[in-house]
């Protein structure tokens, strides 16, 4: 339970700290949120608590195919905020895209027989 608390902790700082920083610097703010420290958290949770490598294999080839729909995110967002859509209308435009190409990449991993 102490560990958990830790995890939560120090993933709350680094939020909070990204989101501060970008207030005040756009660029940085997007080269420490783009650096995968949510996936790099994982993985040194994940083996500090099971100290299973197969297991940190399995996630980080699973974060490496899944990294590629996530990037519609991050275009159609500022595509849709360019064409005068509110921002939360524009998040969840962007966020529904980014769901439907979770869905087809996972049904082409499927139709292709790769396990994920």
């Keep these: 339970m102490y560990f958990s608390i830790i995890k939560i902790f120090i ?3 680094i939020v909070f700290f990204v989101s501060e920083v970008s207030k005040h610097n756009s660029f940085l703010g997007g080269l420490l949120a783009s650096i ?3 996936s790099v958290l994982s993985l040194l ?3 500090q608590e099971t100290q299973n490598i197969d297991k ?3 996630l ?4 490496l ?3 590629i729909p996530s990037l519609i995110l991050f275009i159609t967002l500022p595509y849709f905020l360019k064409s005068n859509f509110n921002f939360y209308l524009s ?3 962007a966020c529904l895209l980014m769901i439907f190409c979770y869905y087809i990449v996972s049904q082409l991993l499927k139709y292709f027989n790769i396990n994920f």
């Design 56 to 58: 940190i294999i399995s």
């Design 45 to 47: 949770w994940l083996y």
């Design 91 to 93: 998040m969840l435009y």
């Design 36 to 38: 995968p420290i949510v």
């Design 65 to 67: 195919i899944l990294v």
């Design 60 to 63: 980080s080839h699973n974060i």
């Design 11 to 13: 993933s709350v700082i």
